[in-house]
């Protein structure tokens, strides 16, 4: 009997690099216009003060939810879908965003995806990249060959990927969410304004 497949949400950050045979992580430096938040994310986050986003993970999960969306309110062709299993040759796991077009059906091609972890961010690193790598191989089924963009944030902190067609990853350095907000979506648009371009 076969050996079952862990989940690659289970692999370490060591494992990942393996798998994807990635023996140097390039530095990324993105190009971003600072962008200032708007009203209606400034009452959101007014709202959000009845609610604990600091300490749970899912608590965090509702702040993510809310900067993912005001980003997301610039871009008119991407939609996220949340808790979606990813299954691809031998790998298979759950991620928490997967980034497509804007439909009613999630379909190809994937173009980001985001991890939420609590303070884990090499764990985060590691699923991301393989959830990435998923995504992947699974829009070249579709005969859809592109780059992958990830997120792993805990909320106040960001940090993003690029998995080339080559197996090339790229790793920006950590944002604070707090102390530089109009960085933040000056990048997370920057990022949906590459992956619209596969969807639009």
Known sequence: MATKKKPFNKYTLTEAYAYLHVTQVLPWTIPFTPIEPGEIFRADMERLQAFDVTFSESGKEILIDTILQEALSRRKHLKVWKEVALKADDLSGRSEYVFAQRLTV?????????????????????????????????????????DMHGIVT????????????????????LYSFETQTPTLFGILDTIFTACEQYVA
């Open 106 to 146: 999630l379909t190809h091609p994937y173009v980001c995806l985001a991890e939420a972890k609590k303070d884990d961010f090499e764990q985060g690193a590691a699923q991301c990249l393989l959830g990435m790598k998923a995504c992947q191989l699974l829009n070249a089924k579709e005969q859809l060959i592109i």
């Open 154 to 173: 805990n909320a106040a902190a960001w940090q993003f990927y690029k998995l080339t067609t080559q197996d090339q990853v790229y790793q920006s350095p």
